[in-house]
């Protein structure tokens, strides 16, 4: 199984428009971050987390020749916005298969109509084929079982995933000890690490180090990274040894 990060930025991205903060002006490519989204590849399929804003030139950087479908964390912006860049595999495989919470349908389908329209659809829009994803019920996708974690964004409810030994989390503040307990034993885990001050909804580091030793993977990867958590090479210098920033395109093989 390979693993791509194709962004790991917080929902502005880095560099922030406009933005004169040093981690903003940074040379370190690293400190240069897209909208967040992973790719997942094993055995010829591949399978997107999210679809930002980002998504086209994500896959200009990351080729793929077909995906074979889409799981949604939430419906935010940041996550969802993309949605429309799928036209390319649409034009060559047909529906893209995506899954998601019910919520996060009925939300797709107000904002994107015309992907999901069943009459007079333009000739030029993509298609998807639905997915719900129900907590507690896991996922075949490609002959892997996917299992949803539920965990909280604030208040929002919002879905990791666990393919086999990598387990995927961003977006979270808090998560139950029933859901970790699915997550622990995996030997690579991503999660969201903001910034040093508390956030209302999303971990911040401290919150982020504290989970990686609660859940004893094996690696920890911290993702939806903020401008405000500093350098990235500064800051991977102060984590524990098997705790490390993700940065944009890192592969890692599991």
Do not use: W
Request: charged share 25%.
């Amino acid at each position: 199984m390979t693993i791509t990060f194709l962004g790991t930025g917080t929902s502005q991205g880095i560099p922030i428009i406009g933005s004169n903060h040093q981690v903003c002006l940074s040379n370190d490519p690293r400190d240069k971050r897209l909208r967040v989204s992973v790719l997942v590849s094993y055995n010829g399929f591949n399978y997107v987390v999210d679809c930002g804003p980002d998504f086209r030139q994500q896959m200009l950087t990351n080729p793929i020749e077909k995906l074979d479908g889409i799981l949604f964390t939430h419906e935010h912006a940041d996550h969802t916005a993309g949605i429309d860049d799928i036209r390319p595999f649409f034009f060559r495989q047909g529906d893209i298969p995506i899954y998601a919470h019910s919520r996060v349908i009925t939300s797709l389908t107000r904002r994107f109509d015309y992907i999901f329209a069943d009459e007079n659809r333009y000739p030029g829009a993509p298609a998807v084929r639905v997915n719900e994803v129900v907590n507690n019920q896991s996922i075949q996708l490609g002959g892997l079982k996917v299992v949803p974690i539920e965990a909280y964004h604030n208040r929002l409810q919002v879905f990791g995933y666990r393919f086999k030994d990598f387990v995927y989390l961003t977006d979270v503040k808090h998560v139950d000890d029933h859901e970790i307990e699915k997550i622990k034993g995996a030997k690579v885990l991503v999660v969201n690490a903001l910034r040093e001050e508390p956030h209302h909804s999303h971990f911040n580091l401290e919150e982020a180090l504290s989970f990686s030793k609660l859940v004893g993977a094996e690696r920890t990867y911290f993702t939806h990274i903020s401008h405000l958590l500093g350098f990235h090479e500064a800051v991977e210098k102060k984590l524990p040894k098997n705790v490390f920033l993700a940065y944009d395109n890192l592969q890692l093989k599991i």
